[in-house]
């Protein structure tokens, strides 16, 4: 049975017409989970109530 974010890593690639070789998938599924283990720290990182947007500088 295949795994959700196998079958996330098929649906991208059909989506992106891209060619995904057997071989590259441990390396892909590695990626998205770290990616996501990062994503998942910073949503569970809350603010309060009153923090503002940093401001933009520009030269």
């Known amino acids: 049975m ?3 974010l196998d ?3 098929d649906a991208v690639g059909h989506a992106l017409a891209l060619p995904i070789e057997d071989a590259w998938r441990p ?3 590695a990626n998205f989970e770290v990616s996501l283990k990062m994503a998942k720290l910073v949503d569970e990182f809350s603010l309060p109530d009153e923090a503002e947007p940093a401001s933009v500088f520009t030269a």
Do not use: F, W
């Open 2 to 4: 295949a795994e959700p």
């Open 7 to 9: 079958d996330y890593i």
């Open 27 to 29: 390396a892909i599924r």
